[in-house]
């Protein structure tokens, strides 16, 4: 299953990564620069063939890709030369306009963001099932007991049902999350609907630095009814079924799901569980085994909400796409500022081997389901990975493709080509930049996949 995961995360990541190529090597050759090399992967090419000037390679490692256009490193050489300018020869990138040069570093960003609005518009356009839970709550603090959260300090209460936060009407639990991931820290009025009444209050949500999130302490509520037991699990073998109704475990009521969250802290080895099934009390043993201080999966899966969005017309869908698009842009954004103010960065900043994983872990739990399930999932996921590529690319660093922007952006401003000296230095403080980020990212992917 391991080896099936990273199969489709590399297969993702280089659709990704071949959208954002393509973009530098359409726009390069629109605007006068010839283009040397087009590669995915990195390495020593398994495959090569030249047509039309064009050396198109595929390379031994199947992550990341290039497009290397002709002079890109002219400065180089100038440097090394000791020139002060870069020679400025027809078809390298140097030898066109700072212009040109920035719609050729613009263009791979720009096509990760034309990408993921056509995938998401293909998505809605066919529409797809979403699983979700109610938009009833239950309170971390009465199932942790003895801790305090916003959301049980702001006055909200088991059973509640949150209706609206801030201008957003919410239906499900997805759309809780929705509103409070993205708010961190900040003042949020949440209506709830209490016994017949509709209550105001307003929640702060915290800041979890383990991953940038705005937390405020409630889980879903989800009424204990199995949806689905997995053939040959530990509850499978002790005969639940599904529909039926989970009343106690291990003499301890459980109104909700949650409720065995603290129950399995104290890692039990058997489970006794009392269930009702067609009117009729049951009592069942469920042998369950611990890994690592991790309780092993029951096999249980409960009952969702599920619902199908509509399927919008073409331009309805390129519409909505764009909107997902933006919506999604601005969420990361805001999740970047955040890696300033002290979260965990092994675990918010994702190297190339997590994000493979990550990957391959949503396409295969997708078409787990169904394959028409399995292709929306991943699709949806490589267009949220395309759109934060296209961010971490326009970041004002050296090496990366905002970086070079900007460099030609001073050269328009200045009105003269910037030296080679110039251009060196800013290059080199980029390449170490990078390489530092990549070391703490791959070291980050490390301690991810072991915690797995």
């Known amino acids: ?235 499978a073998i002790a005969g639940i079924e599904e529909g039926d109704r989970i009343l106690r475990v291990n003499g301890q009521d459980i109104p909700y799901t949650v409720a065995m969250l603290p129950i399995l802290q104290d890692q039990p080895p058997v489970l006794t569980v009392e269930y009702e099934r067609n009117g009729g009390i049951n009592a069942a043993d469920i042998v369950i085994s611990y ?14 909400l599920r619902y199908h969005t509509p399927s919008y017309s073409p331009l309805g869908a390129l519409v909505q796409g764009a909107r997902e698009t933006w919506k999604t842009f601005v969420i990361s954004l805001k999740s970047l500022a955040l890696l300033f103010r002290g979260i965990d960065l092994t675990q918010a900043v ?20 169904s394959i028409g399930m399995g292709l929306i999932s991943t699709a949806n996921f490589l267009a949220l990975i395309s759109i934060a590529l296209c961010i971490m690319n326009l970041l004002p660093l050296p090496v990366l493709d905002g970086g070079m922007i900007l460099l030609f952006i001073i050269e328009i401003i200045k009105g003269h080509p910037l030296r080679p000296k110039t251009i060196y230095a800013f290059q080199t403080v980029g390449v170490v930049l990078i390489f530092g980020l990549m070391i703490f990212a791959v070291f980050g992917d490390i301690l991810f996949l072991v915690r797995r």
């Open 1 to 235: 299953m391991l080896i099936a995961k990273i199969i489709l995360g590399l297969l993702g990541l280089s659709i990704v990564v071949f959208i954002h190529e393509l973009g530098h090597f359409l726009a390069a050759r629109l605007v006068g620069i010839d283009v040397e090399a087009f590669s995915i992967g990195w390495g020593s090419p398994i495959f090569k063939k030249k047509a039309g000037g064009v050396e198109y390679r595929i390379g031994m490692f199947p992550i990341g890709g290039y497009c290397k256009m002709k002079g890109e490193n002219e400065f180089q050489e100038a440097y090394e030369k000791m020139e002060q300018e870069i020679p400025q020869v027809k078809g390298t990138f140097y030898g066109v306009s700072p212009l040109r040069r920035i719609i050729a570093s613009f263009a791979g960003p720009f096509f990760n963001l034309i990408f993921a609005v056509l995938v998401l518009a293909v998505i809605w356009g066919v529409g797809f099932e979403v699983h979700t839970l109610d938009n009833r709550i239950v309170l971390a603090s009465d199932v942790n007991s003895g801790e305090r959260y916003p959301a049980g300090e702001a006055g909200l209460m088991t059973g509640d049902r949150i209706v609206k936060i801030g201008n957003a009407v919410i239906s499900n639990y997805r759309d809780i999350q929705e509103a409070i991931t993205a708010n961190p820290e900040k003042n949020l009025p949440i209506t709830v609907e209490r016994d017949g009444a509709v209550l105001e209050f307003t929640v702060r949500p915290q800041l979890d630095k383990s991953t940038g999130a705005g937390k405020i302490g409630v889980y879903y509520w989800a009424d204990p009814v199995v949806g689905m037991v997995t053939p040959e699990s530990p509850a």
């Open 291 to 304: 890994t690592d201080g991790q309780a092993a999966d029951m096999g249980i899966s409960y009952q969702t």
């Open 350 to 369: 994702s190297g190339p081997i997590r994000i493979t994983y990550m990957v391959g872990d949503v396409a295969a739990e997708g078409f787990g389901q």
